[in-house]
Every structure is written in C-alpha cells, then in structure tokens.
T-cell receptor
C-alpha cells in the first residue's frame, strides 16, 4: 500500500499524559499536513511542512502541541499534558509540488485520540 | 479568513433520486475547490476538484461547477445509489496549499 499511513489508529490515554502520533506520507511527497477533526465538524488545519521545514502553525496549536518532520520524511505530532478537549481524530495528509491552490492532498486514515 | 459553508444535513434520499449538496465559500485570492467523501470507517478521499472559475469537476457521476460570481461549488448527482451513503465535505485550498473544510453533510440513500 503506497498511501499515507498513520499510527496508531486508536489511542486512549488519561488526562495529563503525553501522546505521540506518527504519519508516513506518500514517499515522493514533499508537503505534509496535520488536521484535527472533532465529531460533526470538518477537519481543521493544525500545521504543515515543506520537506523538513514547518512553514505554518494554526492558532489551534497550543504550546502543548509540537510537530516535527526530521529529514523531510515521516512526521510526528506530540501532545503534552493531554486534556479531555484534545479528544479528536488527528488526520495527516501529504502532497507533491510547489505551494499552490491546486495542490491535491492525500489523506491518511487518521488517529483517533480519546482522553479520559 | 477563509471559510466554507455547507448545507446542513443529514440528507436522506431514495435510490435513483437527484442529489444536491450546497457549498458556498469565502476566500481571498483565487482558491481551488474540492469535494471529499468519507465512507463509514474510512479516511477522506478526493471526489472531484476545480481549480478556476467555470471549471466543472466530475467523478463517479458526481459534478460540481466553480461559480465565482456566486462563490459556490454545489455538488450534484443525477441518480444516487445506496453505495453513495457517506459524509461529503466541501473544501478550498489557498496558495499556501492548506485546506479549509466545511462541516460535512451526511447522505443516506435508502433502497
């Protein structure tokens, strides 16, 4: 399967714990995006990378959130001191090419986080 | 800022009925417009797209036309099937490439 993969698919944690999610984009894609989706809502942009550079972060991304993309390949999203409001589906997407409005993104299956 | 507004659901139709899901947008510049579909238990899949005014995107019998004058990108299908039951998201991309999504419309098609 050459699509975007995300691990784990599900994560249940207790409030206050740290969690880390991984995203493996399509191999030749240089751009990688993270979104968050809560029930009944559309995905909301969190951050994106072009190669290893993090180019934009949403105001939704509090100081407890950090994302990395070492060597421009896979990416990790870490949430420190999780809160119940962090419970959501975290989606990763990747695309190829220069920045542009017609840049088609390919989405992974998501990681569902539940904070108890 | 950029925003996408979709008609509220859920939408329930009988098989072979005509489908319209309304989508309007607000954006600076000249966005590209997309429709994504999410089947139960699966990830988002691109259904169709249009990159400039008056373009028509089409796929699997679904169509949508980029209307700049009305800032709309309504999704249509002439005859829906039970297998079309899913959540449909309208989205736009700006030159930065990130997407802004609507809240989704759940479609249920009954036999």
């Amino acid at each position: 399967d050459t699509g975007v993969s995300q691990n784990p698919r599900h994560k249940i944690t207790k409030r206050g714990q740290n969690v880390t999610f991984r995203c493996d984009p399509i191999s030749e894609h240089n751009r990688l995006y993270w979104y968050r989706q809560t029930l009944g809502q559309g995905p909301e942009f969190l951050t994106y990378f072009q190669n290893e550079a993090q180019l934009e972060k949403s105001r939704l991304l509090s100081d407890r959130f950090s994302a990395e993309r070492p060597k421009g390949s896979f990416s990790t999203l870490e949430i420190q001191r999780t809160e119940q409001g962090d419970s959501a589906m975290y989606l990763c997407a990747s695309s190829f090419g220069r920045a542009g409005a017609d840049n088609e993104q390919f989405f992974g299956p998501g990681t569902r986080l539940t904070v108890l | 800022g950029d925003s996408v507004t979709q008609m509220e659901g859920p939408v329930t139709l009988s098989e072979e009925a005509f489908l319209t899901i309304n989508c309007t947008y607000t954006a600076t510049g000249y966005p590209s417009l997309f429709w994504y579909v999410q089947y139960p238990g699966e990830g988002l899949q691109l259904l169709l797209k249009a990159t400039k005014a008056d373009d028509k995107g089409s796929n699997k019998g679904f169509e949508a036309t980029y209307r700049k004058e009305t800032t709309s990108f309504h999704l249509e299908k002439g005859s829906v099937q039970v297998s079309d039951s899913a959540v449909y998201f309208c989205a736009l991309n700006t030159n930065a490439g990130k997407s802004t999504f609507g809240d989704g419309t759940t479609l249920t098609v009954k036999p």
